[in-house]
């Protein structure tokens, strides 16, 4: 096997060490690309995420509004049973 | 091998693959045989011996899958073949580079290990299509699995019935009768290997993390998602009292 002469050699070792290169510069273009699809997502999420917090829950106006109405409730029933034994006093 | 600081590896890795190409350029001799164009063999050999051994832990990787059942072997499995395939691929170019130069022919067809080369890289091109081709996750992982750990064992077989064919054109440098690598030219060669080998750990470490994001990100989204469902369809149609609770 003869020995190429260094200027003709030269040009594909240099070849190969710029294509292993090339390749793994368009490996790292890909993983940077994905790397930004992922970004983009996790701000979407983080959106979605603050408008959650900056609203308020729906279910708490709901559950205090049933807790005012249990509480009338309860204070009506008090009401009308005291009226119920003072009526039984009343009648013999 | 486990890198906690996610810094250490990569600059590891970029150390000594910088140390490796210089000593290829400023420390090696050059070949008495070839001359200079057998520097190709510092980036050659090393990228193929990783992308093999990378098949085979893909292979041991599958079987702990099959093994536990454990989603993460079957990720690690995957991430494995991913990147070996992709140092097939620089395996293939700087070595059809090197036999343009030497043989005057980018592939020599009748050559045992080129073809048994690019038989085991065009298995493993089959390995996505087969993946992809399953809907269902569980099936898909176990299939994969199972594919990694047939494949992974035809590579070990592959090489042993390539070095017991007889060749005439590609060179045996470790070969014991053939006097083989100067201590200089083995120090380099070891040095370009083991820049390899971490530039393989690197990488798919880079890409098991990518995944492991996105994997994150997704349940966050469904997550989110159905919970802005929940909420929006308690806005439409709220919960209709009973009779009794109307007070």
């Given at each position: 096997m003869p020995a190429l002469p260094l200027d003709e050699a030269g040009k594909y070792v240099a070849g190969a060490y710029v294509a292993f290169l090339a390749l793994l510069l368009l490996y790292v273009a890909i993983m940077a690309a994905r790397i930004q699809r992922i970004d983009r997502e996790l701000a979407e999420l983080a959106e979605i995420a603050e408008k959650r917090i900056d609203r308020p829950a729906p279910d708490s106006?709901?559950?205090?509004?049933?807790?005012?109405?249990?509480?009338?409730?309860?204070?009506?029933?008090?009401?009308?049973?005291?009226?119920?034994?003072?009526?039984?006093?009343?009648?013999? | 091998m486990s890198f906690n600081a996610p810094r250490i590896l990569p600059a590891l890795t970029v150390l000594t693959l910088t140390a490796g190409f210089a000593l290829v350029f400023f420390f090696a001799p050059n070949d008495a045989d070839q001359g200079f164009i057998q520097k190709i063999f510092y980036l050659h050999v090393p990228i193929a011996i990783c992308a093999l051994v990378g098949f085979i832990v893909a292979a041991f990787q599958a079987i702990m899958h099959l093994r536990t059942g454990e989603s993460s072997w079957d990720v690690r499995s995957y991430v494995s073949i991913h990147i070996s395939v992709i140092f097939?691929?620089?395996?293939?170019?700087?070595?059809?580079?090197?036999?343009?130069?030497?043989?005057?022919?980018?592939?020599?067809?009748?050559?045992?290990?080129?073809?048994?080369?690019?038989?085991?890289?065009?298995?493993?091109?089959?390995?996505?299509?087969?993946?992809?081709?399953?809907?269902?996750?569980?099936?898909?992982?176990?299939?994969?699995?199972?594919?990694?750990?047939?494949?992974?064992?035809?590579?070990?077989?592959?090489?042993?019935?390539?070095?017991?064919?007889?060749?005439?054109?590609?060179?045996?440098?470790?070969?014991?009768?053939?006097?083989?690598?100067?201590?200089?030219?083995t120090v380099t060669f070891l040095v370009c290997l083991a820049g390899m080998a971490l530039l393989w750990l690197t990488l798919a470490r880079f890409e098991l993390a990518a995944k492991s994001t996105r994997a994150r990100l997704g349940r966050l989204r469904r997550a989110l998602e159905g919970d802005e469902v929940a909420v929006g369809a308690s806005r439409i149609a709220p919960v209709p009292r009973q009779a009794g609770e109307a007070g």
């Open positions: 106006a709901g559950a205090d509004a049933g807790a005012e109405e249990n509480a009338r409730g309860e204070a009506e029933g008090k009401v009308f049973e005291r009226e119920r034994s003072s009526r039984q006093e009343v009648i013999p | 097939g691929v620089a395996v293939l170019i700087t070595g059809s580079i090197w036999a343009r130069a030497s043989w005057g022919k980018w592939f020599v067809w009748d050559e045992p290990t080129l073809v048994s080369f690019l038989i085991v890289f065009l298995l493993y091109c089959t390995y996505y299509p087969l993946r992809y081709a399953i809907e269902d996750r569980e099936r898909q992982a176990r299939y994969a699995s199972v594919f990694a750990v047939t494949a992974g064992a035809f590579v070990p077989l592959n090489f042993i019935a390539v070095r017991l064919a007889e060749s005439l054109v590609h060179p045996r440098v470790f070969a014991t009768a053939e006097g083989g690598l100067t201590p200089k030219m």
